[in-house]
């Protein structure tokens, strides 16, 4: 399957290393345009100022969680179709239901391997693979 | 009792100690085993008090929950600073590897992915600690609230600190009050 290489990735996790590590797996999927929020208000604002083609978001953060960043990129017009994939060690069947409630694109659960990531993010482009 | 006539816990052994003697006072068949239960509950009630006035005292409870608090916040700390530092190393070959042939390039490519992939664990070890962090603060408000409820307590319970050789070992320090190499250098070479 191929990923489009050229599109715009908003990674959010409140664990800069996290971060670190999602880049370097976006990039070695040959993905590079990515830009990085720690917590979900800072990702918000971001997605407004300029719209990515994917989200990718941790859950567990605060003030901001992943739920809360999904609901508001749900509920906002300019936002509300771009995939949401949530990347998070809370696995709980109430957890994935509450994301799949919300609008959740896909779900990866922590820790998780570059061929999970590769095989998510080809999942909410289906036109690509 | 209070004035509202409500008994108070810190009253509670006190008036178990009236109430046994006011019962030793009487001729009544089988009162000893009255007695007996009421000694037990008052000789209990007294060694909690004692235990709950140790957890206040300064060698007990806030102390130590907020070093064995610092203790794990640490541990996220060294962690991730070492899951950097692997990152660093693993970038580094990346970017090696990219100047190979296809076949090195791709089996060193493989290696970094199994590094990054692997570094997840910081994230997911931060988590379970920070979550264990919490409960220690709960467990401290709660047992600050029993300590309450006693009411003002008799603290010259000591702490059962180590003694000697024993009270030497308290490392690893913590980064923010740790001596340096060089701070232990210079100490050594001040004892001659």
Same mark, same amino acid.
């Given at each position: 399957?191929?990923?489009?290489? @050229?599109?715009?990735?908003? #990674?959010?996790?409140?664990?800069?290393?996290?971060?670190?590590?999602?880049?370097?797996?976006?990039?070695? !999927?040959?993905?590079?345009?990515?830009?990085?929020?720690?917590?979900?208000?800072? /990702?918000?604002?971001? !997605?407004?100022?300029?719209?990515?083609? !994917?989200? #990718?978001?941790?859950?567990?953060?605060?003030?901001?969680?992943? !739920?809360?960043?999904?609901?508001?990129?749900? /509920?906002?017009?300019?936002?509300?179709? #771009?995939?949401?994939?949530?990347?998070? /060690?809370?696995?709980?069947?109430? @957890?994935? #239901?509450?994301?799949?409630?919300?609008?959740?694109?896909?779900?990866?659960?922590?820790?998780?391997?570059?061929?999970?990531?590769?095989?998510?993010?080809?999942?909410?482009?289906?036109?690509?693979? | 009792?209070?004035?509202?006539?409500?008994?108070?816990? +810190? $009253?509670?052994?006190?008036?178990? $100690?009236?109430?046994?003697?006011?019962?030793?006072?009487?001729?009544?068949?089988?009162?000893?085993?009255?007695?007996?239960?009421? =000694?037990?509950?008052?000789?209990?009630?007294?060694?909690?008090?004692?235990?709950?006035?140790?957890?206040?005292?300064?060698?007990?409870?806030?102390?130590?929950?907020? %070093? *064995?608090?610092? =203790?794990?916040?640490?541990?996220?700390? =060294?962690?991730?600073?070492?899951?950097?530092?692997?990152?660093?190393?693993?970038?580094?070959?990346?970017?090696?590897?990219?100047?190979?042939?296809?076949?090195?390039?791709?089996?060193?490519?493989?290696? %970094?992915?199994?590094?990054?992939?692997?570094?997840?664990?910081?994230?997911? *070890?931060?988590?379970?600690?920070?979550?264990?962090?919490?409960?220690?603060?709960?467990?401290?408000?709660?047992?600050?609230?029993?300590?309450?409820?006693?009411? +003002?307590? $008799?603290? %010259?319970?000591?702490?059962?600190?180590?003694?000697?050789?024993?009270?030497?070992?308290?490392?690893?320090?913590?980064?923010?009050?740790?001596?340096?190499?060089? $701070?232990?250098?210079?100490?050594?070479?001040?004892?001659?």
């Amino acid at each position: 399957m191929s990923l489009n290489k @050229n599109m715009r990735v908003v #990674i959010v996790d409140d664990y800069t290393t996290m971060l670190r590590i999602l880049r370097n797996l976006l990039r070695q !999927l040959e993905i590079n345009n990515v830009e990085e929020a720690s917590d979900g208000d800072t /990702a918000y604002h971001l !997605l407004q100022k300029n719209p990515p083609d !994917l989200v #990718i978001s941790d859950w567990n953060m605060a003030p901001v969680t992943g !739920l809360d960043l999904l609901k508001r990129v749900r /509920a906002d017009a300019k936002l509300k179709h #771009i995939p949401f994939i949530m990347v998070t /060690a809370e696995s709980k069947t109430e @957890n994935v #239901i509450a994301a799949k409630q919300a609008g959740v694109s896909n779900y990866i659960v922590k820790p998780f391997n570059a061929d999970t990531l590769r095989a998510k993010i080809a999942s909410v482009f289906p036109a690509m693979v | 009792m209070s004035q509202s006539g409500t008994l108070q816990l +810190p $009253d509670a052994h006190g008036y178990l $100690d009236r109430v046994i003697g006011e019962l030793r006072a009487i001729e009544a068949p089988h009162k000893n085993t009255l007695v007996n239960v009421l =000694e037990y509950l008052s000789g209990h009630i007294r060694a909690t008090r004692s235990e709950i006035g140790a957890l206040r005292s300064g060698s007990g409870n806030s102390q130590m929950f907020s %070093t *064995t608090t610092d =203790e794990l916040e640490e541990i996220v700390t =060294e962690t991730a600073r070492a899951t950097n530092r692997i990152m660093d190393a693993a970038e580094a070959v990346e970017k090696v590897a990219a100047t190979l042939e296809p076949g090195p390039a791709n089996a060193l490519m493989d290696a %970094t992915t199994n590094i990054y992939e692997a570094s997840a664990f910081q994230d997911i *070890t931060g988590q379970r600690i920070t979550k264990i962090v919490r409960a220690l603060q709960s467990l401290e408000e709660k047992l600050a609230a029993l300590a309450s409820a006693f009411g +003002p307590l $008799d603290e %010259t319970f000591v702490a059962n600190a180590p003694e000697g050789d024993a009270a030497l070992l308290n490392g690893p320090q913590m980064e923010k009050t740790a001596a340096s190499q060089t $701070d232990i250098d210079a100490l050594f070479a001040s004892l001659g």
